[in-house]
């Protein structure tokens, strides 16, 4: 008995051509045998699962024929140096199917001798489509995904104006790969929408529409919509004829129209337009679209809340610094004022009033009208009292009925007492105005920079005590401290 290694006795296996015949039809992998003329004498059997041709049907071609027309001459150049040189080598292209597509193939090079003489090259190919489409697709991913964080850092960076919205319309254009032209729609908050952006279109002729949803065939929906080109349901005669004239309404064959939405609300529409087919816009499309509305409204929405924050802190600002009643300067921002216009005055060598002003009756309308009541007729007699001064002249409450007038560059003494009987007066006209029959009037005290004093501790003094003179006198007055 043979030992177990021993294989000598035993039948070896023969490669006769039925065997290598049998093993070629197998392959995964195409094997091509081309002349020195480049002229196909062998195509193994599996040409048929990778180019859907039979041998018989390539067999005398030339290679040229089994290569995609645009890439002749980039492959020959590459054969003739690989022949030149005798050596091998790897190669992608395309090369047609039986189909009347084509698929792309990694074929491995090598030349063949006799006798040191060049005679041909055998030419083995693996179908790589799935590979090639499998990475473009990640190629196009990948540059998707830089565009559109790109995008998202311009559109964070950007003022939310009407080139916002045609820079994001641009961008969409660019990156959306069925989109050939579009527009954005806003929302007018009336019922209608208005072009604010377009590529492909006359942007400012647009402008003269408004649309409904109806108008563009849109559902109303917050969801995106793929719809099919057609006359807008129930247009009117004169917008019908701006969209055939400057909209091309007539070559569209799809639309894409997405919302751009603000707290799930319909805030505008992004619409992206194909001319050339009416299968446009797949899946991918679709949510290139999406994903670049959504940015859009990211930005949109963070605007809004930026103009809300500033405007919060605006209105936080003001309380710290006006009467919540009255809307006129609080004592704070009065004194603050009356500093300023005190440093001013004292390089300049001008002189300016003090008005102090108490009014004289309120506490009748209150206990005799309500709260209410008085709260109007302060805010009555605050308005007209801001009404009769210059535009560079202050007034302001100090608090309760207690009222602080602050008058620049004051030429004669005289011209700030005119100022406060004015003042007197607009006081007792006030309740007459709101159809009250309570009697109101003031008692202003009057003091002088650099006469009366020259800092603000020293002028309020000097007002405040000019103004309780005119309260001992029986009220309903004006006097300039120290008179």
């Not at 950007?158 to 050939?180: G, K």
Request: aromatic content about 4%; charged content about 30%; overall charge negative.
């Amino acid at each position: 008995m043979d030992d177990v290694g021993n294989v000598t006795d035993r039948p070896g296996l023969v490669v006769t051509d039925d065997v290598l015949r049998r093993a070629l039809a197998s392959l995964r992998d195409l094997l091509v045998i081309a002349d020195e003329a480049m002229r196909i004498v062998y195509v193994s059997p599996s040409v048929g699962p990778v180019m859907g041709y039979t041998s018989e049907q390539l067999m005398g071609r030339t290679l040229r024929d089994v290569i995609h027309r645009d890439e002749h001459e980039v492959l020959e150049r590459l054969i003739d140096e690989r022949f030149a040189s005798r050596a091998g080598g790897v190669i992608v292209h395309r090369s047609p199917h039986a189909d009347g597509g084509f698929r792309y193939l990694e074929t491995m090079v090598q030349t063949l001798e006799e006798g040191g003489r060049f005679v041909g090259a055998a030419f083995s190919a693996r179908d790589v489509t799935q590979r090639i489409a499998e990475q473009r697709r990640l190629e196009r991913e990948v540059a998707f995904r830089g565009a559109l964080v790109a995008l998202t850092n311009e559109l964070l960076g950007s003022m939310v104006d009407a080139h916002f919205y045609q820079h994001a319309l641009e961008r969409a254009v660019e990156i959306v790969p069925d989109a050939q032209a579009g527009s954005i729609l806003l929302w007018l908050g009336d019922g209608a929408f208005r072009f604010e952006a377009a590529v492909g279109y006359d942007l400012e002729a647009l402008r003269e529409l408004t649309l409904t949803l109806s108008d563009i065939g849109h559902a109303g929906q917050a969801v995106t919509e793929r719809v099919q080109g057609h006359a807008p349901i129930g247009l009117e005669p004169e917008k019908l004829d701006v969209l055939e004239r400057v909209g091309r309404r007539g070559e569209i064959r799809v639309t894409l129209s997405v919302p751009i939405t603000l707290g799930g609300e319909i805030h505008g529409l992004l619409n992206l337009d194909h001319f050339d087919r009416d299968d446009a816009f797949d899946d991918d499309d679709r949510s290139t679209a999406e994903a670049i509305a959504a940015q859009v409204s990211a930005a949109v929405q963070r605007r809004v809340l930026e103009a809300e924050l500033q405007a919060e802190h605006a209105r936080f600002e003001r309380l710290a610094t006006h009467d919540a009643l009255t809307e006129l300067p609080n004592r704070r921002l009065f004194l603050d004022r009356l500093g300023q216009a005190l440093a001013a005055a004292g390089r300049q060598g001008r002189r300016l009033a003090l008005l102090f002003i108490d009014l004289d009756g309120f506490k009748l309308v209150n206990d005799g009208h309500g709260h209410e009541v008085g709260d109007t007729l302060l805010r009555q007699v605050a308005a007209r009292m801001a009404a009769s001064l210059r535009a560079e002249d202050t007034i302001a409450r100090l608090g309760g009925d207690e009222f602080g007038a602050l008058l620049v560059d004051v030429e004669q003494v005289d011209d700030a007492v005119v100022v406060a009987r004015k003042l007197l007066a607009v006081v007792e006209g006030a309740p007459a105005a709101l159809g009250l029959a309570n009697d109101l009037g003031a008692s202003i005290g009057v003091a002088f920079f650099p006469d009366d004093g020259k800092d603000a501790d020293a002028l309020l003094r000097a007002a405040d005590d000019a103004m309780y003179r005119v309260k001992s006198a029986g009220k309903l007055g004006v006097r300039k401290a120290g008179a």
